[in-house]
C-alpha cells in the first residue's frame, strides 16, 4: 500500500478517478441549469452564465458535461465488474476442467473475438432494445472474453500447484478447488483486469453513443455531445472539446491508477509478501 | 591469503540491497579474498548466503535495488566495482566471463548453438567468418562434445542437459578471459552427467592458466574441483582457506554442520529391514504413454512414460524408486496417487482395484508429499487451514477438534503451534515441507507417497525433514513410495529400492544388496557416479591418506 502512494502518476489517477466519480455522483446538485432544459439561447459562447455555453439546442453545455460521465460510468464500471466475475469463473473453471469444455469456450471466445465488436453491439441492441441493461448486458460479454483468456492461462498454471493436487486428491469438489484454491491465487489479477476492463468499457460506451448505438437522447452523454458537436467543430469547438477531454482524462485515469496497482501487487509477490 | 600477484583480490566487498522502505540489507558483507591464476575457489553456501550476488559483483554486475556499498574487485589491477558501465562491458565475455546454473536458458533458444559461440569471438575477439566457425568448432570440440562439426549446427532444445552446459563453457571460455565465474555449474544435472561436467572443468583447469571461482551449494562439488574454499553464511566468510585444511580440520561450527548435512551412500542406514508383512499395494504390468488431448480424440505422443511395471509394497514399508529425471518415477507417483489413470496393467491396494475414480477412503489412505513445498501450500491461505482441511474431511472433526488435533501434529513434527497462523512465505522450506508432511499425515494414511521432498532443501535441512519424515512413518505405521534421483535418500530410509530407466524397472531388491551388489550396468553406473562423488565428498578421509 505504501509502495501504491509513492507513485505520483497512480496517486494521480486514483485522484482523476476519485473525482470524476464525486463529479458524476454529485451532478444533480451542482450543475448550475438542468441539462435538459432549452434556455432558448441556442449556441451562446462560453461566459460568467454559461461557463462552456450553449449547444444548438440551447442547452446549458456545462451542465451536461457535468450530468454527461454518470450513464457512461454506470454502464463501464458495472460491465466492468461483471465482465471480471463472470470471466474468471469462466476462466478458472475451463483451466480446472479442461478437455471439451475447455475446447467448447475457447472457441466462443474466438467466435466472439472474430466479429466485430460494434457489429456486435448492434445486432445485440436491435434484438432486445437499446436501454442500459441492455447495454451493460452486451458490453460485459465484450469484455468477458479477455478475462476468460487471462484468468484460464493463470489458472493453468495454478492447477499444476501442489497445493491444487492435494486439494484434488482429497477429493474436494470442481467447485471448492476453484473457489478455495484458485480464486484467492488471482485476486490481484482481477483487480488489474476490472481496471482495464472499466476503461475499454467507457471508451466502447462513449464510441456507441457517438454512433447512436449505446445512450440514447436526451439522456446526457459525453460521446452523445461529440456526436452533436462535430457539425459545430469549426465554429464551436469546446461543444466537442470539452467531452472529448473528459472521456480521456478519465480512461488515462484508470489506466494510470490500474499500471500502479499492477505494479504494487507485482512488487508484493517480489517481496515475498512480507515474509 | 596472500597470494604473490593475484589476478583477482578482493577487498572488504559489501553489497547492500535496498528493500522499497528504504531500509538496507547486507547481502554480501566484508568480504576479502586473493586469487592466483591458475587457482579454484570454490565458494559454499546455502541459499540465501549471498554467494550468487557475489559472483555476479566479480562481474561488475549487481541486482536491480542492490548496490556496492564498499570495498573493491581488483582484476588484474582495474577495480571493477569503480568501472563506468561502458568499461566493464568491454570487459566481459574477454577478461572475465560467467557461466549461469540453466544452461538451457542462457542459450539464445531460435540460434543454432555454433552461431552462439561464433557470436562471443565475433563480438569479444573480433574474429569473424571462416575463421570464426573453425575456433567455435574447435571450441566445442574441445569441450568434449561429440562430432561437434554436426552439433554446431543444432538448437539448444535439441541438445541434453549436459551438452547444453558444455556450449555454455565454450561461449564463455571463448576469449580465454583470466576469470571464469561458474555459478552453480552443475545443479540442473543429472548425478551422472554432473560428474563428467565436473570431469571437464576439472580437465579445463589444469589445461588454462586462468582463475576460476565456483558457486556452489554441494560440497562435493568443492572437493572434486577446488582448491581453495570459502564457507559464506548470512553474506559473511565463516571460513576461508585451502580445501585441505578446510576439509580436514574445519574450524568453524558452521562449516562441520555442512559437512556433516552432506548426505552420504557409507553412513548406517535407518531403514528398517524388509517386512515380510501382509501387502498393501500390487502393481501388475502398469503401462502410460502420455497423450496430446485434440477436440475429437487423445493422440499418443513418442514411446510409452511407463512399461511393464510391477512391485509390491508392504504394510508399514518403505520402498525406495531410484531413477534419473526422464525416468518415468515421478509418473509413476501420479498413478498411485490417482492423478494419472495407467493405460494397462493394474493397481491393487488394500484388495481393492485402484481406478482414477476413487473412494473417499482410498483417497484417505493415499497421501502424497510434493517436490517443492512452497508450491504445495497455497500462498493466500494460512498453512494451519492446510492441515485442518483433510482433518474436517476425512475424519468430521468440529473445528476446534481439527485445530487441536492440527496442533498437535505440528508438535510432533517440530513446528511451533503458533505457526498454524502463519502464510506459508513466512515459513523456510524446511517448516513448508513439514507442513505438507503435516497434511499429508492427517489423513492418516496407509500408504504416503513422496516425490523428491528434499530435492528443493538445502543440506542442513534435508535431514532434519528425513528425520521427522521416518518418525512419523514409524508411529503410524504408514508405508511409504519413496521416489527420488538421490541415493543417499534410499540409502539411509529405504528397506527395499526399485531402479528406473527410460520408463522400465531394471532392477529390484533389498536396499543393501542392490547398492553393494549392482546387477544391471545401468545401475552400476548409477552407484559409480554417486560414489565418486561421496568419495569426492568424504573428502577427510581421503585428504587424510593422501596426506598422511
Known sequence: MKALLRRPMTLLGIALVLGHLAIALAAPWIAPHTPTSLL???????????????????????????????????????????????????????AYRRGAYDDVLLRLVEMKLAVPTILFVAIFVTGFGQTVPVLIVAVSIIQMMGVVRTTRAAGIVLMEQGYVRAAQLNGEGGAAVVVRELLPNVLD??????????????????????????????????????????????????????????????????????????????????????? | MAVADPVLSVRDLSITWRTPGG?????????????????????????????????????????????IEAGSILLDGRDLARMPPAALDALRGREVAMVPQNPLSSLTFHMRVGQQVEEVLRLRAGVSGAQARQRAIALLDDMGLPDAERLARRY????????????????????????????????????????????????????????????????????????QVMVMQHGRVVEQGPVRNVFVTPREAYTRILLGAALRVDEASRASPPQPGEVLLRAEGIGFRYTRPTLLRRRAQGPPTLADIGFTIHRGEVLGVIGESGSGKTTLGGLVTGLLAPDEGRLVFEGAALGIRRSAAQRQRIQMVFQDPLSSLNPRRRVG???????????????????????????????????????????????????????????????????????????????????????MQRRQNTAMLLITHDLSVVWRMASRVVVMQNGRILEAGETAAVFQDPQDPYTQTLLGAASRAARAGDARAELITATG
Open chain 1, 40 to 94: 432558448d439561447a441556442p449556441l451562446e459562447p462560453p461566459g460568467a452564465t454559461y461557463w462552456l455555453g450553449t449547444d444548438d439546442l440551447g442547452r446549458d453545455a456545462f451542465s451536461r458535461l457535468l450530468w454527461g460521465g454518470r450513464v457512461a460510468i454506470l454502464v463501464a464500471f458495472s460491465a466492468g465488474g461483471f465482465a471480471v466475475l463472470g470471466g474468471t469463473l469462466l476462466g478458472l473453471s475451463a
Open chain 2, 156 to 227: 539448444p532444445h535439441q541438445l541434453s542437459g549436459g551438452q547444453r552446459q558444455r556450449v555454455v563453457l565454450a561461449c564463455a571460455l571463448a576469449c580465454d578471459p583470466a576469470l571464469l565465474v561458474l555459478d552453480e555449474p552443475t545443479t540442473a544435472l543429472d548425478k551422472t552427467t554432473e560428474a563428467q561436467v565436473l570431469a571437464l572443468i576439472r580437465r579445463l583447469r589444469v589445461a588454462r592458466r586462468g582463475a576460476m571461482v565456483i558457486v556452489t551449494h554441494d560440497l562435493n562439488v568443492v572437493a572434486d574441483i577446488c582448491d
Open chain 2, 385 to 471: 487451514e492446510a492441515v485442518i482441511r483433510p482433518l474436517r474431511l476425512f475424519h468430521g472433526l468440529d473445528h476446534r477438534a481439527a485445530v487441536a488435533r492440527a496442533a498437535r501434529l505440528f508438535e510432533e513434527l517440530g513446528l511451533e503451534a503458533d505457526l498454524l497462523e502463519r502464510f506459508p512465505r513466512q515459513l523456510s522450506g524446511g517448516q513448508q515441507q513439514r507442513v505438507a508432511i503435516a497434511r499429508a499425515f492427517a489423513a492418516e494414511p496407509a500408504l504416503l507417497v513422496c516425490d523428491e521432498i528434499t530435492s528443493a532443501l538445502d543440506a542442513s535441512v534435508q535431514a532434519q525433514v528425513l528425520d521427522h519424515l521416518l518418525a
Open chain 1, 189 to 275: 489479477l482481477m483487480a488489474v483486469e476490472f481496471a482495464l476492463r472499466a476503461s475499454s468499457a467507457l471508451l466502447l460506451v462513449s464510441a456507441l453513443s457517438f454512433l447512436g448505438l449505446g445512450i440514447s437522447p436526451p439522456t446526457p452523454d459525453w460521446g452523445l455531445m461529440v456526436e452533436d458537436g462535430m457539425a459545430l467543430l469549426n465554429s464551436e469547438p469546446w461543444l466537442v472539446l470539452a467531452p472529448a477531454l473528459a472521456i480521456s482524462s478519465l480512461v488515462l485515469a484508470i489506466n494510470l491508477a490500474a499500471e500502479g496497482l499492477a505494479e504494487a501487487f507485482g512488487l508484493d509477490a517480489a517481496r515475498g509478501g512480507g515474509g
Open chain 2, 23 to 67: 531500509a538496507g540489507r547486507r547481502v554480501v558483507d566484508g568480504v576479502s579474498f586473493d586469487l592466483a591464476p591458475g587457482a579454484t575457489l570454490g565458494i559454499a553456501g546455502e541459499s540465501g548466503s549471498g554467494k550468487s550476488t557475489l559472483a555476479r559483483a566479480l562481474l561488475g554486475h549487481c541486482r536491480p535495488g542492490s548496490a
